[in-house]
């Protein structure tokens, strides 16, 4: 077969239906789909979860499918819609309202799903945390976002810094054998209180429904808040892209605490009124395989670092488990490199249809449908309802083949509409009616979107998007530490690795314990995958006269590569 195109398969629509849509398609066509084409008031909550548990042939479906180590239980859809009736009812005995910021801090786990449809239905802020932050990534996120409440287990709590987050009132406690005193709340004992029926909070489609934090080059985390309205974005990408039919088995590997974990992990699945699968703990490739073999899973979305890992494992390997259930996989949150598809295609006779998309997109905007070629190396072209292209500095577009800054014409359903506290940032983003992502890329005669990399600092480690900023000011927090620049090293297995320049404190001499000290010093304070892999003791680090740190110019060393214009290099 030539690898430089691989022939379409089969999808819920043909080719020619989706160059008609493209043509013609309005993102308003969606809306008659949902009922609040006759309310004119919503909430996600009860799309994904409660509108099925009302149908009589759906409600004693399995929509939770989960499994960890030492742990395996299923949920219904009408099993899920009771439960976070009840986990509401919790949330408004202690005074939530619509509005207000409610964070989850805990693993992948049933109670995840349930206390976060819970929120929703209160007209909550949901902000889901990444289960392996530590105190300062916790600290930041709760800080800025004025969390009233927080779910966590107990072995969490520790990493919460109580007496530094005035606005967090209550702390729900999931597990553990806890009093119901001052600050905590028993999440079991008032379950088991709560009443099972609920008057869902109906919304306007431009309210608040997600925090999701991420981060830039510079300054901390900045809070990417999401509306109900991204549901039309979520349900139509779950029919183009994850090509979701209603007896499908759909398991997304993504964290709830990062977006993926969010719109494909929990709405565009349920929204479809398909089974979810959801393994939590740690992976190795025969646990993949075997959750994969197990639930007989049929549409899989998951990452190029998972994929290149099993790809690493071997073919043998594969070939041990019984696959022939799965008929559709995509990618995500990384260049997608061609040597995977290519093994995809020997190893499950199936495509890898790469997406590209960002938190702050909420959604999916660059993609292989599943009826069209697909070219290797290529995220593919804009859905239906998107217009893409690539701009320059200024915001002008540029044509074909040239490389410059990927842009979305501004407007879609799952956009985000604010970055929380910080106005002036959310401006920065757009320019001439387009959002520019910060990616760059080129865009071919055929209009196939080829991505190229990062134009800012931000560094992609295993798919997960880490800011050098955040790493730097904790390395430099280490007693040792002077100055530290931090940059993404490319790898062949994680996309990028972090690497760390530092410069010692007077006093302090190089040696491998020390480094290793620092390097868990960031570990334990911010989060592992921000952790630095690599540290370089240097004499000094590269700054701008301003005081900027020079990181491109670190790169370029780093690389071997030319250091281009340092005119701005103090001395
Ligand atoms: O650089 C792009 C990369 O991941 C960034 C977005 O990261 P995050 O907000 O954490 O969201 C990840 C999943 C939605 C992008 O700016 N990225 C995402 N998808 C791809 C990608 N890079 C290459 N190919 C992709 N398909």
Redesign the pocket.
Known sequence: MDMQRIPARKGNHNLRQYEEMRASFKWEDIHQKFSWNETGKVNIAYEAIDRHAENPLKKDQIALLYSAPGREETLTFEEISKQSNQFANVLKKYGVNKGDRVFLFMPRSPEFYVTFFGILKTGAIAGPLFEAFMEQAVRDRLQDSEARMLITTPELLERVPQDELPNLEKIVLVGGNLEDSGKYIDFTKEMADASDAFDIEWVDLEDGMLLHY?SGSTGKPKGVYHVHNAMIQHYATGEWVLDLKEDDIYWCTADPG???GTSYGIFAPWLHGVTNVIRGGRFTPEDWYETLAKNKVTVWYTAPTALRMLVSAGEDLVKTFDLSSLRHIM??????NPEVITWGLKAFDLRIH???????TGAQLIVNLPSEEIRPGS?GKPIPGIEATIVDNEGNEIPPNQMGNLAIKAGWPSMMRQIWNNPGKYESYFINGWYV???SAYRDEDGYFW?QG?LDDVI?TS???VGPFEVESKLIEHPAVAEAGVIGKPDPQRGEIIKAFITLNPGYEESSELLEDIRKFVKTELAAHAAPREIEVRDSIPKTRSGKIMRRLLKSWELGLPTGDTSTLEE
């Open positions: 991420t990062w977006v993926t990618s995500v949150g990384e260049p997608l790469d997406t590209w998309w960002m938190t702050e995220m992502s910060g990616d991505f990062r992609n798919g997960e998007r």
